[in-house]
């Protein structure tokens, strides 16, 4: 049993979406392409699933999120794949694959051949299990990486109201579902071994700010220390956690969020890896010619900064789908990819954006008991990255503008005088950048500055959560 395709598109998530909606901008026909997912939804916008889906009232739900919404372009549903002629292959898992022959197999024993893969198979949560404590597989433990996982988690938190829940991890996941719960109506305390959150990307400075808030908001913080094992009742449900530095915590809800690894097995010892992710090129090809990856699994050049990063965020795997698909149709006419690092996140009524590297020195600026500040990286004489909360659109366009011509700075005190204005000064000199999306339906209010001071009253900022949360 087999099919044959033109094109193969491998994982349906974000990167899926945003090639599917470009290739049917260049003009592919109907019956040349396949998106095969083991997910049994048409590809989502992923951040949706820490934010507007978990949110107590009027809660995101598909349809209306599939991509690509949050970049502002078609919502592609599964009528839309019909009617564009493509094969959606969901809730299909593919077992092995074999490059030199151009073939998948999967789980269902179909064999799917193809001219050009895209793999775009993202990454998968860590398991505490990785780390040697078992019992994750709990009824209310929970993970967040894809819809069934945040179907789960919404179901928890429904039943967990007024009760404790114990988050396990600072990053991504660990701030914006803490978030979550506290928006829910549960008790959060968060437990991490780093100094403080977001610890790869925050300094001291940027994480107190938020830490102060969440504080404010009654998130305990546990730092300096990892979870050693869970207690559990007769019926198996977790009752608590135990911690390593001996402290015990209640639980009625956990929530694990402790890292990805990248869906790379199919194509070891198939393909070149590099930093944990599939080596490609500028043109997002791999070390076999037909075979291109993208998005969280694609460890890609960033010219910027003279080396190849691995990216686990929305925007490079929407870019690098639409890049790849670029390469493969236009392979003349397609520029090498030339990406900023850009992230991006929004809890409560906070909204940040981050361009480039958080290499060197962090030079502050704006006011860090109101309502925008941000942050410069200057490394070896050049900014480098640029950190904002609460800005305005034009604020926003300015920094990402601005770093990606990394400028010289001679001098940090006087960087640090102009703070914002350095760059709304440089900006004004360049020409016109194209606006960065973060969200359809939320970008009006994300690209203003919020209305409200940091320190509001839990109901506006119920409010205001309500509305910025979304994708
Ligand atoms: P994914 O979207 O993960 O898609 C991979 C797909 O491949 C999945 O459908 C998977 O089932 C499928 N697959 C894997 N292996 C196989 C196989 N063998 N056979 C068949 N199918 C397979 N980034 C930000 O920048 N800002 C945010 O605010 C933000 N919020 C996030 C919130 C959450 C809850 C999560 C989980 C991520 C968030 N991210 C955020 C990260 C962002 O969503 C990812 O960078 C993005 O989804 C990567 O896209 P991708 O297509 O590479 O992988």
Known sequence: MGRAFVYVILGGGVAAGYAALEFTKKGVSHGELCIISEEPVAPYERPALSKGFLLPEAPARLPAFHTCVGANEER?????????????????????????????????????????????????ALKLEEFGVSGSDAENVCYLRDLADATRLADVMQTSTGGNAVVIGGGYIGMEVAASLVINKINVSMVFPEPHCMGRLFTPKIASYYEEFY????????????????????????????????????ADLVVVGIGIRPNT??????????????????????????????????????????????????????????????????????????????????????????????????????????????????HKGHLVGSFLEGGSKEEYEAIAKVTRLKPAVDDLSELERQGLGFVMALSQKLPVAPVINVGSSVSAVVLEKPLYPWHATAGVVVAASIAAFAY
């Open 76 to 124: 592609l549903t599964p009528k839309w794949y019909k009617e564009h002629g493509i094969e959606l292959i969901l809730g299909t898992r593919v077992k092995s694959a074999d490059v030199r022959r151009k073939t998948l197999l999967t789980a269902a024993g179909e064999t799917i051949s193809y001219k050009f893969l895209i793999i775009a198979t993202g990454a998968r």
């Open 215 to 250: 504080q404010s908001k009654g998130v305990n913080f546990v730092k300096g220390t990892v979870l050693q094992s869970f207690v559990f009742d007769p019926d198996g449900k977790v009752t608590g956690v135990n911690l390593k530095d001996g402290t015990n915590l209640p």
């Open 265 to 378: 097995s199919l194509f070891e010892g198939q393909l070149t890896l590099e930093k944990g992710g599939i080596k490609v090129n500028s043109r997002l090809q791999s070390s076999n010619s037909s075979v291109y990856a993208v998005g969280d699994v694609a460890s890609f050049p960033v010219k910027i900064f003279g080396e190849s990063r691995r990216l686990e965020h929305v925007d490079a795997a929407r870019k690098s789908a639409r890049h790849a698909v670029a390469a493969i149709i236009e392979p003349d006419t397609t520029p090498e990819f030339d990406y900023l690092p850009f992230f991006y996140s929004r809890v409560f009524s906070f909204s940040w954006q981050f361009y480039g590297d958080n290499l060197g020195e962090a030079i502050y600026f704006g006011d860090f008991s109101g309502p925008s500040f941000g942050a410069y990286w200057v």
